[in-house]
């Protein structure tokens, strides 16, 4: 189903070749809710295929810097919760 929607998508909007059949197997697309997330976390420089360094696209990292910003405080917390020691 996958390969059926992307390929006429992937040939208009992409300059590199489809996907193998196996990467094809590989893939696929959900919809839903996020209400929290986590994310695995790697450094370094990118990991690609060997044969993908033919296709002359762009593929580096673009790191990203947290920033801690000052507590929203819930509203319907009871007031007498202390605020945890390392939050100040």
Avoid: C
Avoid at 9 to 36: C, Q, R
């Amino acid at each position: 189903m996958t390969k059926k929607l992307f390929t006429p998508y992937w040939t208009k909007h992409y300059f590199v070749p489809l996907p193998s059949d196996g990467e094809w197997e590989a893939t696929m697309v959900l919809s839903f809710e996020i209400n929290e997330a986590s994310a695995k976390v790697r450094e370094g420089a990118p990991k690609d295929d060997v044969e993908d360094y033919d296709l002359n696209v762009w593929a580096d990292v673009q790191p990203l810097k947290l920033e801690r910003k000052s507590l929203i405080p819930d509203p319907i917390l009871n007031t007498e919760v202390a605020i945890p020691p390392y939050l100040t």
